[in-house]
């Protein structure tokens, strides 16, 4: 079989959201039940979310659309007031945006040629002069564990703990070392890498966040981000073993990466507990007792359906084939790709597009055999790049709080949850400072418990899962701000990206 070159994904809605923040430090807020624009929130929620929708573009500017969570546009009206709703004609609705050099837009209506801008709460257009008052910082939405691809050299950023660096050389996004957690914070960002430490000015990795760490981003429509040092030092690969660092000189744009989620690699094990893996380019068998790269597959799930994608490091997707047998030579298009998958208590089982399950046969090769699944059938899954998780539900990211000894499910700003594998879909739930999740008779949680509990974790789509909690009842947000486990049946309230 002829190599398969790794294609990146193409960018998701989710990728061409952002929130935009006034000069006062609020956000452009939609309010539903007023049908009003205001800047007056101060953490970037559902209600804060815009999507860009990109009309035309240039290097410096853009004509764009900003359309809610809810489906409903950002409308300058004629008097300068703003509202949401349905545009009425083609530019109604519509607005150049200005990139500027310190990584802020400035919003100019199309049709009147008046500026977005706020006093701390109101948002209107009534100035065609512009001043600091329209300055807004975009901050990208999607969920903060990130991967940075680099368009220009075809790779992905990968921290190395050991030489305290990071290289722009990672052809797969299928090591944990490919993620970064992506923080923000006084209008800067902090990359913390899996083994959380961060990126610095000196192109070292250091323990703990600083000035020498904070960096300024520019954000273009489509994902595509550059970071800076603001004096004029962009970040970008340099020499042979391209070394992210920081630059005067970048060429070609090769200070653009495009910013997406960290995909969800998996690994799976047979009744007999060995790892499937992909051996003579394509056939897929259970003999190695150990991890390899060829036994990683990244899980690419549709949320709406219960149907998973399985796609190998070497490119390509299991598919079905001739004779029931399972090969990794699939595209991702074809039906043959698609397996239904079914959860039983942590573990899984695969029902190929001929409604037969996948099982082990005797001679280890995967194949789609059974009509009736049984024990053979049902294949264990651990996350494989997740060494930690960070939960973000319907009102924010699951953490701590000052104001609160029970962990919270509305932060701006998510606690990393340590993950304990203690057998397949079982996790122990560790805080940051080493000690475990603790579950109280309200089903609250608190961060500071002595011993082990245990949490079963069900993935629900590429980056969506579910946690039955060690009460029985599944996890779920509370519009309250509390995190309980009190939910008998999977409700939005609990679904949590990860």
């Known amino acids: 079989m002829e190599e398969v070159e790794w294609t990146p994904r193409q960018p998701r809605a989710e990728d061409l959201r952002v929130g935009l923040i006034s000069w006062a430090g609020s956000y452009l807020t939609y309010e539903p039940y007023k049908n009003t624009v205001t800047a007056t929130a101060k953490g970037l929620g559902r209600r804060q979310t815009w999507e860009i929708l990109v009309s035309n573009q240039h290097d410096t500017q853009a004509v764009v659309r900003l359309r809610s969570l809810q489906g409903l546009y950002l409308l300058c009206e004629a008097d300068g007031s703003l509202c949401y709703g349905r545009p009425r004609t083609s530019h109604h609705g519509c607005f150049l945006i200005r990139f500027h050099r310190n990584g802020q837009w400035t919003l100019q209506c199309i049709i009147s040629g008046r500026y977005l801008e706020s006093d701390g709460e109101d948002v209107f257009c009534t100035s065609r002069v512009l001043s600091a008052y329209h300055m807004w910082t975009p901050r990208p939405a999607l969920h903060v564990h990130v991967i940075l691809f680099s368009p220009l050299n075809h790779c992905y950023a990968r921290a190395d703990p050991t030489m305290g660096r990071v290289w722009v050389d990672a052809p797969i996004p299928c090591l944990e070392e490919c993620g970064f957690l992506l923080h923000f914070q006084d209008g800067c ?168 399950f996948l099982c082990i046969a005797a001679n280890g090769l995967l194949m789609s055999n059974a009509t009736i699944p049984g024990p053979n059938e049902e294949f264990g899954i651990r996350l494989a790049n997740r060494p930690f998780l960070a939960l973000r539900g319907r009102y924010g990211y699951v953490g701590t709080s000052s104001e609160h000894d029970l962990l919270q499910c509305n932060m701006d700003q998510p606690d990393c949850i340590h993950l304990l594998p203690c057998r397949q879909g079982i996790y122990h739930f560790q805080a940051q400072g080493g000690s475990f999740w603790s579950i109280t008779s309200f089903g609250t949680f608190r961060p500071w418990g002595k011993f082990a509990l245990n949490f079963c974790i069900e993935l629900q789509g590429s980056n969506l899962l579910t946690v039955l909690a060690p009460n029985g009842f599944y996890m779920r947000s509370d519009r309250s701000g509390t995190l309980l486990a009190d939910s008998e049946d999977i409700t939005k309230e609990c679904i949590w990206e990860f």
């Not at 610095?200 to 550059?226: E, I, N, W, Y």
């Not at 595209?331 to 698609?338: D, I, L, Q, R, V």
């Open 189 to 356: 960002y902090h990359l913390e890498t899996s083994a959380h430490t961060f990126l610095s000015h000196l192109d070292r990795l250091v323990s703990q966040p600083s000035t020498q760490t904070a960096f300024h981003m520019q954000v273009r429509p489509g994902g595509l981000v550059a970071l800076s040092d603001g004096e004029g030092g962009m970040l970008y690969p340099q020499g042979t073993r391209l070394l992210l660092s920081l630059g005067s000189s970048p060429h070609g744009g090769e200070e653009w990466f495009i910013l997406q989620r960290c995909p969800t690699w998996v690994s799976l094990t047979s009744k007999a507990r060995k790892f499937l893996s992909v051996v003579y380019d394509v056939e897929v068998c259970a003999a190695s007792e150990h991890v390899s790269p060829m036994s990683l597959f990244q899980f690419e799930c549709d949320n709406e359906t219960p149907t998973l994608q399985l796609r190998s490091a070497n490119g390509c997707y299991l598919a079905q084939r001739r004779h029931r047998a399972v090969m990794a030579d699939g595209h991702p298009m074809e039906c043959e790709t698609f397996f239904r998958i079914h959860w039983n208590c942590g573990r899984i089982l695969l029902q190929s597009p001929n409604g037969r």
